[in-house]
């Protein structure tokens, strides 16, 4: 997750949503006061080979945190510094309300189906492979399902951000909240944590009628918020 005093943002980095990519091009941007979490290894690279700004600042409040996996960083343990999927309610108790309110916050969503496919291949990069049915029992969406909505509200209700943008049309609402910061430049985004899947049908010829109404059950709240479909 990003915090730029020089923009005056947050975003909120959701989970599958292209946000490696979009942070990677934010950073170019950002001024020595910025927060920027660290993302893995591989992401770091490509960041530092664009010659973009790494992670800084996201120590500088009391305590410590420890950057850890993917999974663990997005849905582990309360900590107390900024990290990596960090939630909302975790971000405004540490930088208090006076810049949770001032600052234009925003983030992405994705289809369900669309995303719990992208997350099976991220989650198994080769083969063998569990059947999509095998996955939906997995702990990765039980967690997803049950933490992805808290990253962008209080109660698990009601979004507590000014933009919601759509993964399915990311180009146009990036470009769009880029202008509204005053960026001057537009954002290129990198191909980050893309490699790794070469099944690129689409999620309707991947899923069955099974896997698709317990999609549907899990992820309801975002089908209903986003008028999201099969």
Known sequence: MIISHKYRFIFLKTAKTAGTSIEIALSKFLGDDD???PV??????????????GPQNFRRTPGKRRVSSFFSTMFG???KAFYNHMP????????GDEIWNGYYKFCFERNPFDRVVSLYYWC??????????????????????????????????????????????????LDEIRQRLGIPEPLVLPQAKTSHRTDRRHYSEILDDECRDEIAARFHREMQLFDYRF
């Open 124 to 173: 198994h990069k080769t083969e063998p492979r569990p059947t999509m049915a095998e996955f939906l029992k997995h702990k990765e969406i039980q967690l997803l399902s049950t933490r992805g909505i808290s990253l962008y509200t209080f109660d698990g209700e009601q979004p507590v951000v000014d933009k919601i943008g759509r993964y399915e049309t990311l180009t146009h609402d």
């Open 40 to 53: 893995s290894s591989d992401d770091e690279n490509i960041r530092r080979q664009l010659g973009y700004r």
């Open 35 to 37: 927060i920027i979490t």
């Open 88 to 95: 909302a309610h975790e971000v405004r108790d540490l930088i």
């Open 77 to 79: 343990r309360r900590q």
